[in-house]
């Protein structure tokens, strides 16, 4: 439709350690309520799905680049505030966010190229410190994904 697209790839930081110090179950519990909290935070035509694992993918539908790192950071700094019980045991989180844009300005060759630039994101966020947004901000020069 010639519109931007964008794709956020989320990652639960420590999530490994839910599950060991607290077992599967609460992971789970986590993941549930990480999930619920993300559909909330989207608009009806908005996409989130489970990605694997811990991680999570968002596909954003006309919502311009600066507009995406808005939308990234209010999910990043929400997360933080979710209140997680699980038998009585508080359990708080964080996520990191790759997030990339494909606009008719500043298209990705394909919609793998998008995702790939937004998981590159992700990393580059989980390996600054985790809890944090990163964005891909190069230009590129090809037909709109």
Not at 107 to 121: G, H, M, N, T, W
């Amino acid at each position: 439709h010639r519109t931007s697209l964008t794709v956020m790839v989320l990652d639960l930081d420590h999530f490994k350690r839910v599950n060991d110090e607290l077992g599967h179950q609460a992971g789970d519990e986590v993941l549930r309520v990480f999930a619920h909290f993300l559909q909330l935070a989207l608009r009806r035509e908005d996409l989130a799905a489970r990605y694997g694992g811990e991680e999570f993918v968002v596909v954003a539908r006309d919502v311009q680049v600066h507009g995406a790192e808005i939308l990234a950071q209010r999910i990043r700094a929400d997360a933080e505030l979710l209140s997680i019980n699980w038998k009585g045991i508080p359990i708080s989180i964080t996520t990191s966010i790759g997030v990339a844009t494909s606009d008719p300005t500043r298209p990705y060759s394909s919609a793998e190229s998008l995702l790939q630039a937004a998981d590159r994101c992700l990393y580059r966020a989980k390996s600054a410190g985790r809890n944090l947004v990163i964005c891909d901000s190069t230009a590129r020069s090809a037909p709109p994904a």
